[in-house]
């Protein structure tokens, strides 16, 4: 059972009315939620490791192009965040999964990378993997119009480009 009722989250929504989370719970519309969180962070973050301690720094530009990685502190943050949230709002149910996705987040050193650790690219192969297990289980939940287009994120090889808007939820906006 969810952690909290739609109710709850009205109240909470009137508090907080941009909050994504929110208005998904209200609108019935979780599993697109996710499944755009968790395509955002796996296709929208870069799997490079710069050599540069980047872990700490919020905001990274290659000149007007905001580039945001993997193994950067906030990025580790919001994927924790997510799955926490994937379990407590009853998404994902399959005992396999949520056993994974439980020992996953158990390990947290899988979320910290360090500058020049020679674990890091293990790390992020296993942080991939589970966005990839949680995508494929969430895309079979969502409608085709309703799935995330990453033509749309305006990605290249080069760098990651933040959506300027991303897909809103319907009634709740207007």
């Known amino acids: 059972m969810p952690r909290l ?10 508090e907080h009315p941009d909050n994504e989370h929110y208005i998904a719970v209200i609108e019935g519309t979780l599993p697109s939620y996710h499944l755009w969180k968790f395509s955002f962070n796996r296709h929208c973050f870069s799997d490079e ?5 980047v872990s700490a720094i919020t905001e990274i530009f290659q000149g007007k192009r905001k580039v945001v990685y993997k193994c950067q502190t906030a990025f580790s943050a919001s994927v924790q965040q997510s799955l926490m949230l994937l379990i407590e709002d009853d998404v994902v149910t399959a005992p396999e999964l949520t056993t994974e996705i439980n020992a996953f987040m158990a390990l947290e050193e899988d979320l910290e990378f360090h500058r020049g650790d020679p674990r890091n690219p293990e790390k992020l192969t296993r942080v991939n993997r589970i966005l990839d297990k949680v995508i494929a289980c969430l895309a079979p939940m969502v409608s085709e119009d309703r799935r995330p287009q990453l033509s749309s994120w305006q990605l290249d090889k080069s760098s990651f480009l933040i959506p300027k808007q991303r897909p809103q939820p319907s009634s709740l906006h207007k």
């Open 49 to 53: 490791l710069p050599l540069e301690d």
């Open 5 to 14: 009722t739609v109710e709850q989250v009205r109240i909470l929504h009137q």
